[in-house]
């Protein structure tokens, strides 16, 4: 059976199980948490991050390459499109919210939960104001203009993209914020929409459960 090495709390290992869960792969989650990683599990992630993905012996790095094999060992159901262009966008998004949205959501998730619960931190008021107040509204603003329909950002189907993206809200959940309707409709739809899949949806609640919600 394959293995993810990673906590869900990660986006980046969310990506990963979300996939897992669309095309059907049971797999073993061994929980290794995203930093003070041990020098043998640096053996198998050279550069020390979650997630890293098992197969029959063979261990493959990065949410987004590990997406890529799933695509090419398991290709149904497809999670990338078959027109070239919106393959493209599908990709490009994926990567829009491991960079720009992961950036700007990750400082409103480090301030309210990872730095009070893992961290033994107190949240530092001036990044939480800058990371939800400055940041946070350029990528909305953003993703806004890009929303056609609440089913998908590239193509009519449920794709990477729509991973990748509405991957790094959950985060955005747990650390108690949303995104505010009135300001941002399209994109508050889109993420509740994607949020109630069965493969988000059994995971956001098994991680309310980690974080005490």
């Given at each position: 059976m394959p293995t993810v090495h990673g906590v869900s709390a990660s986006p980046f290992v969310r990506k990963v199980r979300v996939a897992l869960a669309e095309k059907g792969i049971e797999y073993e989650l061994i929980p290794v948490m995203p930093f003070g990683v041990s020098d043998d599990f640096k053996k198998i992630s050279p550069l020390g991050k979650i997630p890293v993905y098992e197969d029959a012996g063979k261990f493959i790095n990065d949410s987004s390459i590990?997406?890529?094999y799933l695509e090419r060992t398991k290709p149904e159901p497809a999670l990338l499109p078959s027109d070239p262009y919106e393959f493209a966008r599908a990709l490009w998004f994926e990567e829009y919210g491991d960079t720009a949205l992961g950036t700007a959501v990750g400082g409103v998730f480090v301030q309210k939960v990872v730095?009070?619960?893992f961290?033994?931190?107190?949240t530092d008021q001036a990044k939480l104001d800058e990371a939800w107040n400055v940041e946070c509204p350029k990528v909305f603003d953003y993703l806004e203009s890009q929303i056609?329909?609440?089913e998908a950002l590239a193509g009519t189907r449920f794709s990477i993209g729509d991973i990748g993206i509405a991957s790094h809200f959950v985060n955005l959940g747990h650390a108690g914020h949303e995104v505010p309707k009135d300001k941002w409709p399209k994109l508050a739809a889109y993420v509740a929409h994607q949020h109630a899949r069965p493969s988000f949806?059994?995971?956001i609640e098994e991680e309310r459960a980690m974080f005490g919600g």
């Open positions: 590990i997406l890529a730095g009070p619960m961290l033994n931190q107190p056609q329909a609440s949806a059994s995971l």
